[in-house]
């Protein structure tokens, strides 16, 4: 009985060794940036929230350098073509140079 347990975590590791891919440096390239990614929007999301509290009292073109960083990030990691990504970040761009001029306002 002990035999037919310890072959069938044999036979269990061997399927889940063989169902997983190949860690390739692609791979990795793509969960760093994933990872920069989150990061950079935590940031910006946290500084916005502070310069809204007031506590955070640089300027506004400092406290969207986090997004724009971002939206690089996003923009290279993203095996789509660009024409798809122009619909999402020019919107953001233009929401967020509105809102730098009307600060210069």
């Given at each position: ?70 939206h ?28 730098l001029?009307?600060?210069?306002r």
């Open positions: 009985m002990a035999r037919e347990a310890t072959d069938d975590a044999a036979a269990r590791e061997a399927a889940r060794s063989a169902a997983l891919p190949a860690p390739t440096w692609g791979r990795v390239r793509k969960a760093g940036q994933g990872a920069a990614a989150h990061a950079l929007l935590l940031c910006f999301t946290a500084l916005l929230a502070l310069k809204l509290d007031g506590i955070f009292t640089r300027s506004w073109w400092v406290l969207f350098i986090p997004l724009w960083s971002f690089a990030v996003a923009s290279r990691c993203n095996d789509e073509p660009i024409i798809d990504l122009k619909l999402v970040l020019l919107p953001l761009l233009a929401l967020e140079i509105i809102t001029v009307d600060n210069f």
